[in-house]
Protein backbone atom coordinates (compact mmCIF):
# COMPACT_ATOMS: atom_id res chain seq x y z
CA UNK A 1 0.00 0.00 0.00
CA UNK A 2 1.20 3.47 -0.84
CA UNK A 3 0.43 6.80 1.48
CA UNK A 4 -0.09 9.74 -0.04
CA UNK A 5 1.05 13.17 1.00
CA UNK A 6 -0.75 16.31 -0.37
CA UNK A 7 1.62 18.84 1.10
CA UNK A 8 5.24 19.00 2.83
CA UNK A 9 3.17 18.26 6.29
CA UNK A 10 1.37 15.66 5.07
CA UNK A 11 4.51 13.94 3.06
CA UNK A 12 6.28 13.79 6.62
CA UNK A 13 3.29 12.17 8.21
CA UNK A 14 2.95 10.12 5.40
CA UNK A 15 6.72 8.68 5.64
CA UNK A 16 6.46 8.43 9.39
CA UNK A 17 2.91 6.31 9.00
CA UNK A 18 4.24 4.18 6.15
CA UNK A 19 7.02 3.19 8.37
CA UNK A 20 5.01 2.20 11.10
CA UNK A 21 2.63 0.15 9.09
CA UNK A 22 5.50 -0.88 6.75
CA UNK A 23 3.78 0.56 3.37
CA UNK A 24 5.26 3.00 1.08
CA UNK A 25 4.69 6.41 0.89
CA UNK A 26 4.75 9.65 -1.88
CA UNK A 27 6.04 13.21 -1.37
CA UNK A 28 4.73 15.94 -3.37
CA UNK A 29 2.58 19.05 -2.84
CA UNK A 30 -1.42 19.09 -4.34
CA UNK A 31 -1.69 22.04 -6.76
CA UNK A 32 -4.99 23.17 -4.82
CA UNK A 33 -2.37 23.92 -2.44
CA UNK A 34 -0.15 25.12 -4.54
CA UNK A 35 -0.21 28.89 -2.25
CA UNK A 36 2.15 27.09 0.47
CA UNK A 37 4.97 27.30 -1.99
CA UNK A 38 4.62 31.29 -1.63
CA UNK A 39 3.66 31.03 1.97
CA UNK A 40 6.48 29.10 3.09
CA UNK A 41 9.65 31.05 4.88
CA UNK A 42 12.21 31.00 2.15
CA UNK A 43 9.44 31.32 -0.17
CA UNK A 44 8.88 28.17 -3.45
CA UNK A 45 12.56 27.78 -4.15
CA UNK A 46 12.83 26.59 -0.26
CA UNK A 47 9.57 24.86 0.17
CA UNK A 48 10.54 22.56 -3.09
CA UNK A 49 14.35 21.74 -1.44
CA UNK A 50 12.35 20.45 1.51
CA UNK A 51 10.62 18.35 -0.33
CA UNK A 52 13.23 17.08 -2.29
CA UNK A 53 15.43 16.55 1.20
CA UNK A 54 12.59 14.47 2.70
CA UNK A 55 12.47 12.29 -0.77
CA UNK A 56 16.50 12.09 -0.52
CA UNK A 57 16.29 11.26 3.20
CA UNK A 58 13.94 8.26 2.83
CA UNK A 59 15.06 6.41 -0.33
CA UNK A 60 15.66 3.29 1.78
CA UNK A 61 14.03 1.01 3.58
CA UNK A 62 10.57 0.46 5.21
CA UNK A 63 8.74 3.21 4.90
CA UNK A 64 10.29 4.86 1.78
CA UNK A 65 9.26 7.02 -0.56
CA UNK A 66 8.66 5.21 -3.60
CA UNK A 67 6.97 7.95 -6.09
CA UNK A 68 6.61 12.15 -6.31
CA UNK A 69 2.59 13.41 -5.98
CA UNK A 70 0.68 14.94 -5.86
CA UNK A 71 2.46 17.30 -8.33
CA UNK A 72 -0.49 17.63 -11.09
CA UNK A 73 -0.72 21.08 -12.52
CA UNK A 74 -3.88 23.05 -11.01
CA UNK A 75 -6.10 25.30 -13.23
Known sequence: ???TGGSLHESREA?????QLGFYATVGCHPTRAKQFDDFKG???AYLAALDRLI??????KGRAVAIGEC???A
Open 43 to 45: GPT
Open 72 to 74: GLG
Open 56 to 61: EENLAG
Open 15 to 19: LHLAK
Open 1 to 3: MII
